[in-house]
């Protein structure tokens, strides 16, 4: 059973950092992509970080920058590091996986439950 548990959201103001993590179970990490998606009220889900099997990476453009995206296969653990919060970065993020290492756009072959992220003042 794939089971993926994100955490690290919260309330922070603009400007702040928050590190939201997601532990993977289930799965064999080492060779899947992965993701973190966001959705806010009203928009529709963005991919906003990915990292490959090999540790490529790709960015939403808004967030370039700002945001790291890293992982620890020993761990079985994606990391995304937000800094330089903004209120537009107010959403639920979700971690995703996809079984093709290389993939810098994960399809989300599993999903988490998502943790919540509000930046305001």
């Known amino acids: 059973q794939v089971q993926l548990v994100e955490s690290g959201g919260g309330l922070v103001q603009p400007g702040g950092s928050l590190r939201l993590s997601c532990v993977a179970s289930g799965i064999i990490f080492s060779i899947n992509s992965m993701g973190w998606y966001r959705q806010a009220p009203g928009k529709e889900r963005e991919l906003v970080a990915a990292?490959?099997?090999?540790?490529?990476?790709n960015y939403l453009d808004s967030v370039k920058g700002r945001f790291t995206i890293s992982r620890d296969n020993a761990k079985n653990t994606v990391y995304l590091q937000m800094d330089d919060l903004k209120p537009e970065d107010t959403a639920d993020y979700y971690c995703?996986?996809?079984?093709?290492?290389?993939?810098?756009?994960?399809?989300?072959?599993?999903w988490g439950q998502g943790t919540h992220v509000t930046v305001s003042s």
């Open positions: 995703a996986t996809d079984t093709t290492p290389w993939s810098l756009r994960p399809r989300g072959d599993n």
């Open positions: 990292i490959s099997s090999g540790g490529s990476t």
